[in-house]
């Protein structure tokens, strides 16, 4: 199932960048590649902040 999802997620930048209309093209890959990672690191911050908070009140 993870090399599924392996296969599925593997991304070729430069041929995007290669293939791209116009120069603008490029900060739109370069957002669209880091924003789910940076999604995920302030989901698990949340998660951590709320879990830190619950214990410290107990």
């Given at each position: 199932?993870?090399?599924l999802?392996?296969?599925l997620?593997?991304v070729?930048?430069?041929?995007?960048?290669?293939d791209?209309?116009?120069d603008?093209?490029?900060?739109?890959?370069?957002?669209?590649?880091?924003l789910p990672?940076v999604?995920?690191?302030?989901?698990?911050?949340?998660?951590?902040?709320?879990?830190?908070?619950?214990?410290?009140?107990d």
């Amino acid at each position: 199932m993870s090399l599924l999802i392996t296969l599925l997620q593997e991304v070729n930048i430069e041929e995007k960048l290669k293939d791209a209309p116009n120069d603008a093209y490029g900060i739109g890959v370069f957002i669209g590649t880091f924003l789910p990672f940076v999604v995920l690191v302030i989901i698990a911050y949340a998660i951590y902040r709320y879990n830190k908070n619950r214990y410290k009140d107990d």
